[in-house]
């Protein structure tokens, strides 16, 4: 297994268009998160995924985002019509059971709204 | 709000110099991690801590959980140059949510030849 993949790694797009990223998580993980890192900062949650249900979403998701999980394994997040302020790093990471022990994180994507 | 607080920010350093870096909070962790990030990667975990008190070694790093499970520290001995990267610290609240983590703002360390 190669960890986390995501895709792309990076993405520059002008202000008003859509996005959407992937992440595939380690085959046995039933567990897959999306967090978001702005420069100087650690990552912060925005959602979370147990299987195909999406247990808990953040108030930084708004509804501009949009996160989907179809069938358990690979999930995509979308953003419609981009901000300036939605440059950030999105990572996504993966995990086997009821706990922290043992998150995976991917590389990212690196987003640039111009 | 549950905020995480590392300390210091930065740190420039010569090789083979020791350094400690600090992870804090007001409230009780059900558990801590570490983590190291270079840049433009993903953070890679160091180590997962769950016991007050708890110390772990992993070669030359040494990590320590507090008593009252509010506080963390990461040693590093006879720092290298690929030690340089950004630390962070994150923890799961007692109480909380057992898979979320919250993280710090990070030390970003530098390990000069």
């Known amino acids: 297994d190669t960890g986390v993949s995501q895709d792309p790694r990076h993405k520059i797009t002008k202000r008003g268009q859509n996005v959407t990223f992937r992440c595939d998580p380690i085959?046995?993980?039933?567990?897959l998160y999306w967090y978001r890192q702005t420069l100087g900062q650690g990552p912060e949650f925005l959602t979370y995924?147990?299987?195909?249900?999406?247990?808990?979403k953040s108030r930084l998701l708004s509804d501009r985002f949009s996160a989907e999980r179809p069938k358990g394994s690979f999930s995509t997040l979308e953003i419609q019509r981009t901000e300036q302020g939605d440059s950030a790093m999105y990572l996504c990471?993966?995990?086997?059971?009821?706990?922290?022990?043992?998150?995976?994180f991917g590389s990212g994507t690196r987003l640039t709204v111009v | 709000t549950q905020l995480l607080e590392q300390s210091p920010q930065f740190l420039s350093i010569q090789e083979g110099e020791n350094l400690t870096v600090y992870c804090n909070s007001s409230?009780?962790?059900?558990?801590l991690q570490w983590y190291r990030q270079e840049p433009g990667e993903g953070p890679v975990l160091l180590v997962t801590?769950?016991?007050?008190?708890e110390v772990k070694k992993l070669k030359r790093l040494t990590f320590q959980f507090g008593d009252a499970r509010k506080d963390s520290s990461l040693h590093i001995t006879a720092a290298q140059p690929g030690d340089t990267g950004l630390y962070l610290c994150?923890?799961?609240?007692?109480?909380?949510?057992?898979?979320?983590?919250?993280f710090g703002k990070g030390t970003l360390l530098t390990v000069n030849p």
């Open positions: 990471a993966s995990s086997l059971g009821a706990s922290i022990d043992g998150y995976t």
């Open positions: 085959s046995e993980h039933n567990r």
């Open positions: 995924f147990q299987n195909e249900a999406q247990l808990e």
């Open positions: 409230s009780v962790f059900s558990s």
């Open positions: 801590v769950v016991t007050g008190g």
């Open positions: 994150a923890g799961a609240w007692s109480g909380g949510s057992n898979y979320k983590l919250t």
